[in-house]
């Protein structure tokens, strides 16, 4: 008298499209959705930096328009000069002028250079771009090595933790001047200082000398770029490899012991297939999360770490400003850095996205 | 060897189906893990033969050994236990084989078949290629997928597991499970996770698909009603130990170990009577790490005696392929299965004059407003929720669509209903956890609701000791300091909790002690109406019904209103005077426990009613999943289910309300199609 009869579940509206709707979350409106957001969140970001810089200006016991001068300068000369870089305009109106410049990628002119802060980032912005990507692909590369290496079990295992922990408890800086002291002065066998020791570099066309290379067929300028790179990318990635290790194997080791890895052993796969089939997939979520968040420290990384190798990056670019109140410069490559923080998380939500079809963003 | 090994000759019976070889034999295992520096007996000399196509039902309370011996015969004992004794499964030793030859085992001999569908797939890959694993290709998966009752298989294959309901998810599971036709699937508690229909289903399908292509199964259930409807013979399991194993009928209907009859009698079933406190087995399961030397079940034995606690008791036959491991002969067991227990104050559902509040609210429930105080009226509530549908739109989710309901003071109401259909939206709406969208919510006094969760457990403070969390509720309620002490000893001696409790954090508790600490929390200031979300279902039938039993006394001592959620028709039987059955967002039922039960009218309840696994109850034929609270269907929400529907039925101008039978009081239904019998 009973029987349920008839009737297809709920599902059967959504399976189907299951592959379209997980295309769609990449390629369809929830990117769309996604990157307006990170947009705004841009937006946001650049506005709030350019004021603190702007406030920093304020604050500053330092005169720009005294250090372009030079120490002899004169008073009225000073003030003719402040006039002229429209020092003495209220401060509103200096924020608000920046502002309305930036989206015509107007970031002003460098006291120092008198050049377009814009020209001089093109300068400088190609090393420290190879340098970061380096940086960040080596500290996922590392991440995933120390994972591996000290969830094994090997009698090196708990050493190479304590390694590890000591490491990683190291500023960047310190493991560079370390690193230089070991493999450029005692084993001489990486450089120390530059991002390459050939003269006739191939023009372009992106500044990215690995890359570069290889577009136009010159792999002595590669290899030479790359062991350049080795040391520095080194000393910025350790830190952040660590901690995305860390998280990486915690992660690992939990989805070991899922319902679903169960499954897959009572199918009668072998541990490999487990491991690469099943849980790395659930497993790199909070990985790819915590490279997100070592981003920021990887740039303040970047920064020191370029001055202790010489860098031709905007680590130079900066250090030079700082001093002669080069506030156009400073408030530039503040702003990029944050634009960059930006869209490396997006790219980081973008790969959980693809990795977990579960995730909306 | 040990003294365990006198119970090694359990189960050697021949199975009824005697077709050669059994594809399984567990001889004399125990396995035993160390955790915390103790050693955790788990199987302390378990014999088990499975024949081929037989189903074994293996049955016990938690933590007696029942997962650890299917996962024993998987191979896939986690945790590196010691072990000794044999698991083989066709020729294969599990627990000695190298990885390789257990690997192979699995491959081409074993399926499994866990608890959760949802955590046992991978959430990340898509359920094709996960059964492609198993079956070889795509066109194998397909095959199997339409040999379980999936509908359209083939677009199946591309959805993720999020993607499909909880019974489509197990069906995946149990397509893997036989894929390459296995001797024998391992399926542990596979519809524990199920709504009680598609449960039906589930079950239904393993009879099936054992006489459709052999393969013999050994299911874990806790649940006895399930094991009687499917399974060919029954082992129970006590502490580590098979304690009685024969043919299912015999097993469960003419018990020979106190133990199992013991734990047929606390059972729920819609026969379970009323009027009388439940059965609850005292006490509980002994610690795996400190086991009885003697027969384990002695603390909670009603025959127990000395000669009980020195040997384990050697299993002997009671009749044809039935043994059992108990030092009393039959007569005597008999004896006591047959006994009338002592009386104790009667259950929940039984309060004095229950009725007469009842009659009076049901007159409220759709008909406005009446006089009598409630302690609660919902009226018209609706709730929706948006949620991201998996392409980044948010859609709307009706929880609740248009809910009328009146509990009297005093009263005790049960709202049954399949996963989704609203009633834990109901509750929280009624707890003031949640904002109603639409309709009105009054609490008859400023006394208030307090609620009880499904998983107490999780709800209590872990670095906070018992009395401070109970004590809380007393100081934003304002009591008097000085006065807080003695109430917080008052309140954990009402639930029946040691007054030691008070100095123990919530992970020292068993389930059924912490469902109490909650129960203790919730009535340490008695509440106008108490809200339980489900309180039994995490728990094992005994400490359930002596939850139940507690809840029933609370209310008469406290004289509280209850409003009890739970997906089981034999709790909301025993508990609750009346009952609200929902569908979709909707009560499409409200009526007394026994018209609710026995004499169902809404096409849906019976349904329901049907599907109560239990002793002599034929499985129902197939139904249909529950349809989705994303978009209910138009015009009668159940009808591309129901049976006796009709064209009108799906007019999407067609809104069936509640009403009443000429004649009748107490209940209402909302179906155009009555069979007014
Ligand atoms: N916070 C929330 N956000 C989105 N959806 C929700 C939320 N809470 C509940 N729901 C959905 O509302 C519907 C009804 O939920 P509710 O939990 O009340 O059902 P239920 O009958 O108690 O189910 P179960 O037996 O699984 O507990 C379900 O589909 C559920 O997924
Ligand atoms: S052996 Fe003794 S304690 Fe054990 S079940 Fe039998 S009577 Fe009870
Ligand atoms: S209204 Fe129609 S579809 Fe709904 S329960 Fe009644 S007969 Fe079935
Ligand atoms: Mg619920």
Known sequence: MSALTGGVGPAAATAGPAAAAALRRVTGVPLVRLLAKRLVAAAVIVVALATSVFVLQRLSPLDPAKAMLGPGASASAVAQQRAKLGLDDPFAAQLGRYLVGLPQGDLGMSYRTRRPVMTDLGAFVPATAELAFTAIVLALLLGIFFAVSTSLRWPGASVLRGVLMAGASAPAFLLGIGAILVFYKQLGWLPASGRSSITDLPGGPSGLLVLDGLLAGRFDVVSDALKHLVLPALAISFGPSVAIGRVLRTSLSSEERSDYARTARAKGLTDGAVLRRHVLRNAVGPALSMTGLQVGLMFAGVLVVEQIFAWPGIGQYTAQSIPVADFPAIAGVTLLLGIGYVVINTVVDILQGLADPRITT | ?677
């Open chain 2, 1 to 677: 060897m040990s003294q365990d090994d006198t119970t090694a000759a359990v189960a050697t019976a021949p199975p009824p189906t005697d077709a050669g070889e059994p594809v399984a034999r567990v001889e004399d295992l125990h396995v035993t893990f160390r955790r915390a520096g103790a050693d955790i007996r788990a199987i302390r000399g378990v014999s088990l033969e499975v024949a081929p196509g037989e189903i074994v039902g293996l049955v016990g309370e938690s933590g007696s050994g029942k997962s650890v011996l299917g996962l024993s015969l998987l191979g896939l004992l986690g945790g590196s236990p010691r072990t000794s004794g044999r698991a083989v499964v066709r020729g294969a030793d599990m627990l000695t084989a190298g990885a390789a030859e257990r690997r192979d085992v699995r491959r081409l001999h074993l399926g499994a078949v866990f608890q959760d569908p949802m955590t046992s797939l991978n959430p990340t890959m898509r359920v094709g290629r996960q059964i492609v694993e198993a079956a070889g290709s795509e066109d194998e998966a397909v095959r199997l997928l339409k040999a379980v009752g999936v509908p359209d298989p083939a677009r199946r294959l591309r959805a993720y597991p999020h993607e499909l309901s909880g019974g489509l998810r197990q069906r995946v599971m149990i397509a893997m499970a036989v894929a390459g036709t296995p001797s024998l699937v391992i399926a542990d508690e596979p519809t524990t996770a199920l709504d009680v229909t598609v449960q039906a289903q589930v079950l239904g399908l393993v009879k099936r698909l054992r006489d459709e292509i052999g393969c013999a199964f050994l299911l874990v259930t806790h649940d006895l009603g399930v094991a009687a409807q499917v399974v060919d013979r029954v082992a129970v399991m006590y502490a580590g130990r098979i304690t009685e194993v024969g043919p299912a009928d015999e097993v469960l209907r003419n018990g020979a170990h106190p133990y199992g009859v013991a734990l047929m009698r606390s059972r729920l079933s819609l026969r379970t009577d009323r009027d009388t406190p439940l059965l609850a087995l005292p006490g509980s399961v002994p610690s795996p790490a400190d086991p009885e030397p003697g027969c384990a079940f002695a603390p909670r034995c009603t025959l127990a005696g000395p000669d009980c606690t020195t040997t384990p008791p050697v299993p002997v036959e009671v009749a044809p392929g039935h043994l059992a491991a108990c030092v009393r002969d039959l007569a005597e067991i008999r004896a006591f299965a047959d006994a009338v227990p002592a009386e104790e104050p009667p259950a929940a559902g039984t309060s004095s004059g229950a009725t007469a509040p009842a009659a009076a609210a049901v007159a409220g429930t759709d008909d406005g407003p009446v006089e009598e105080p409630a302690a609660v009226r919902v009226q018209n509530a609706y709730r929706t929720y948006g949620v991201g549908s998996g392409i980044g739109r948010r859609r709307p989710l009706q929880a609740l669509r248009g809910v009328s309901l009146t509990v009297a003071r005093g009263e005790a109401v049960a709202v049954v209903g399949e996963s989704g259909s609203g009633k834990s939206t109901l509750l929280r709406l009624v707890a003031g956890l949640e904002r109603a969208d639409g309709g009105t919510i009054e609490l008859g006094s400023a006394a208030g609701a307090q609620m009880v969760f499904q998983d107490s457990g999780a709800s209590l403070t872990p670095w906070l000791t018992i009395g401070e969390l109970v004590r809380e509720r007393l100081r934003s309620a304002g009591v008097p300091r000085a006065e807080r002490d003695r109430r917080v000893a008052e309140a954990l001696e009402l639930v029946g909790l040691p007054a030691e409790v008070a100095k123990a954090r919530g992970t020292q508790l068993s389930g059924g002690q912490r469902q109490r600490v909650g129960l203790a929390r919730a009535t340490v200031v008695p509440p106008e109406i108490l809200l339980c979300d489900e309180p039994t279902s995490a728990l094992d039938v005994s400490l359930a019904a002596s939850v139940i039993n507690l809840v029933g006394r609370l209310r008469r001592e406290l004289d509280m209103a209850v409003l009890f959620v739970t997906h089981d028709l034999s709790v909301a039987r025993v508990v609750a005077d009346r009952i609200a059955v929902m569908y979709l967002g909707r009560i499409v039922e409200i009526g007394t426990a026994d018209e609710i039960t026995h004499r169902p009218r809404h096409p849906y309840t019976q349904a329901l009613v049907a599907a109560v696994p239990d002793l002599g109850v034929e499985p129902p034929p197939p139904s249909g999943e529950p349809a989705s609270p994303l978009d209910p269907p138009p015009g009668c929400a159940f009808h591309p289910r129901c049976p006796r529907a009709t064209a009108s039925c799906s007019d999407p101008g067609l809104d069936p309300r509640l009403a009443a039978q000429p004649g009748e009081r107490t209940r209402l239904t909302a179906c155009i199609n009555l069979e007014v019998s």
